[in-house]
């Protein structure tokens, strides 16, 4: 019993960083209705950069709160300078663009930082067992971390003007031009509030799957099946399809199909959905009359 309860609780923890990934992917799909599969990569670079400023004397809250501020921008600018230009092109070549936009993030941190795999310190160590035991120092912390930061950004959509200005412009951007919302300026906002949570996700995961160029693609495997879980148009449900994938993914490894094969069972989660609730648990159905 109690190793499945420390399976539960590992996998909330470690689901709160698949949650963040995932509402970052929901996010940016609300306004270009795509998976940006650069969003991994984004939250790689972010790491990076949090690694180097640490590396570089900088405290490990003031590193965090700059690669936020930084990755914010960068996000900002993508979309402002590049995905912009392809607003009323053909999906597949947006689709096109973000693929090449991941490969160049990979390469080049790749060119620069090399393969090999580095370490990053985690902030939580010595705090002792979280959940009565259950968790890990750094496991725990990741709870904590993800909650603040999901609320912050349920607090900025749910209760200030330029969070429901941001909500109107990728629900309905013609209706939000209409009452005086500039529309393109609040896209290039989601953009940057988009690459800023996946950073949150890209420094928390450094510390478990360790730091390289590649550290984040099996991370955006499990938010890819979160957000298609608890449903893609959904940012409600993107947080708890992320918690439920974690949990899925650690009792899967503990009894039902090995560690080896938990990928393969998240891959089967992705299919099963697409299948049988392409919506997801909490996505709006969409019927167009034609």
């Known amino acids: 019993m109690n190793s499945f309860i420390h399976q539960v609780m590992s996998g909330l923890a470690v689901g709160g960083v698949y949650a963040s990934l995932a509402l970052a992917l929901v996010m940016i799909h609300q306004t270009t209705n795509l998976v940006n599969f650069a969003q991994a990569e984004m939250a790689m670079a972010s790491a990076f950069l949090a690694w180097i400023l640490i590396g570089n004397g900088l405290p490990y809250w003031l590193a965090f709160v700059v690669t936020l501020g930084i990755s914010f ?34 390469g080049g941190a790749g060119v620069i930082f090399g393969y090999e795999v580095q370490t990053f310190a985690t902030p939580f160590d010595g705090l002792g067992k979280f959940a009565f035991g259950y968790v890990s120092s750094h496991e725990g912390g990741i709870a904590v971390v993800t909650l603040i930061v999901m609320a912050l950004v349920f607090a900025f959509f749910r209760f200030t003007r330029l969070g429901l200005a941001m909500q109107g412009a990728a629900v309905n951007p013609l209706s939000a031009s209409f009452v005086g919302i500039n529309v393109s300026v609040m896209l290039s906002l989601g953009w940057g509030l988009a690459a800023m949570i996946g950073a949150v996700s890209g420094i928390l995961s450094a510390p478990i799957v360790y730091l390289d160029p590649n550290m984040m693609l099996n991370v955006m495997i499990y938010a890819f099946a979160g957000a298609l879980l608890g449903g893609i148009s959904s940012a409600y449900g993107a947080v708890v399809g992320g918690l439920l994938i974690g949990v899925a993914e650690n009792l899967a490894g503990a009894y039902l199909v090995g560690t080896d094969m938990k990928l393969v069972f998240v891959l089967a989660v992705i299919i099963g959905v697409l299948l049988l609730k392409p919506q997801g648990l909490f996505g709006r159905r969409v019927v167009v009359r034609v």
């Open 73 to 106: 921008a960068v996000g900002f600018m993508v979309e402002r300078f590049m995905m912009r230009r392809f607003r009323e092109a053909a999906l597949h070549s947006v689709l096109i663009v973000m693929i090449g936009l991941m490969m160049l993030i990979n």
